[in-house]
């Protein structure tokens, strides 16, 4: 253990970990680039994933107001001086999939963002089946100058999980997509849900145990919660689908962190739905009360990140 993160939080968090390499606080600027996504544009699916909503699980900028890159960086950075007292600021490319367009148009995307002066890190969201060696090269050619992240949406690790949700890729599109990452040098974080349709609490586990045997360098953990207009809100409307309780997410969360190496920085632990679209749970807005109650089973159960991780 590294008594350093264990004895504090008992997971290796993120904030910890950008202190450990800037030294001080350094937050991270979501933003919508405008881009789509072949799960909604026909080359998968004209649906989407079941639960991805209209700003597709970003802030909507760029889609709903028009706001470029560098005011959503400005706009950002200037809030993120006010609430934290930031300086450093990494560019988060949120909304749809941030590697789905021209290379040209999304290095020019890319470079906005950097030209903030405050700006030491990028880290670009999207889908395992839209990377290819030219976009990663791209990505690549930051790294001498920024922290450079790349996100891929996994959610499960269950083939007919990901059939059911109409995700549109497979488990072995995203273990290629990982290595091909990895041969570019380029740390991945994966995206995971916990609480998906047909989803048990042992399947939940699988998906801890075979993220903990890929060589991952972050994880985010989702909560699925239903927002309006999702096919997922329509499941729930008709009685076809149970959100968790937070009880029982706080116990998911806590058993998903003791299979997971402790080297894997935690970047998420359950999400932020704008509370105009939420539909279900209610609780799911009370992020700062959802994180204390994890820390608290985390120590009630005298157990940290990695306890029971397996090589």
């Not at 350093?4 to 350094?26: A, P």
């Not at 900028?61 to 930031?86: H, N």
């Not at 806590?254 to 997971?260: A, G, I, R, S």
Request: glycine share 10%; proline share 5%; hydrophobic share 35%.
């Amino acid at each position: 253990m590294e008594k350093k993160w264990v004895d504090v939080q008992r997971y290796r968090d993120y904030n910890t970990y950008l202190r450990e390499i800037f030294g001080e606080r350094v937050q991270r600027i979501s933003l919508d680039a405008g881009l789509s996504c072949p799960n909604r544009d026909g080359t998968r699916s004209r649906l989407g994933c079941i639960f991805c909503d209209r700003r597709g699980s970003g802030t909507g900028a760029t889609m709903e107001r028009g706001t470029s890159i560098p005011d959503q960086v400005r706009d950002g950075a200037r809030s993120g001086e006010l609430r934290y007292g930031a300086g450093k600021f990494i560019a988060y490319f949120q909304s749809f999939t941030n590697t789905y367009g021209p290379p040209a148009r999304l290095k020019a995307l890319y470079d906005a963002a950097l030209l903030h002066p405050g700006m030491v890190g990028l880290s670009v969201a999207t889908r395992p089946d839209c990377v290819n060696e030219e976009i990663l090269g791209i990505l690549q050619s930051y790294r001498n100058r920024y922290l450079v992240w790349i996100e891929y949406g996994l959610q499960s690790s269950h083939e007919e999980t990901l059939r059911r949700i109409n995700r549109g890729h497979s488990v072995e599109a995203f273990e290629n997509a990982l290595s091909m990452a990895h041969r570019f040098g380029m740390n991945v974080c994966t995206h995971v849900i916990l609480g998906l349709p047909g989803e048990t609490p042992e399947m939940m586990r699988q998906t801890a145990a075979y993220l903990g045997s890929l060589p991952l360098e972050g994880v985010k953990i989702h909560l699925l919660y239903v927002v309006r207009g999702t096919p997922l809100a329509d499941l729930y409307a008709k009685g076809e689908f149970q959100c968790l309780e937070r009880e029982e997410y706080a116990g998911l969360v806590v058993d998903f962190l003791e299979l997971l190496p402790p080297s894997v920085v935690i970047q998420r632990l359950t999400g932020d739905p704008f509370g105009v679209d939420l539909v279900a749970p209610l609780w799911a807005r009370e992020k700062l009360r959802n994180l204390s109650l994890i820390r608290k089973r985390l120590e009630e159960r005298n157990t940290w990140q990695g306890r029971i991780h397996r090589p």
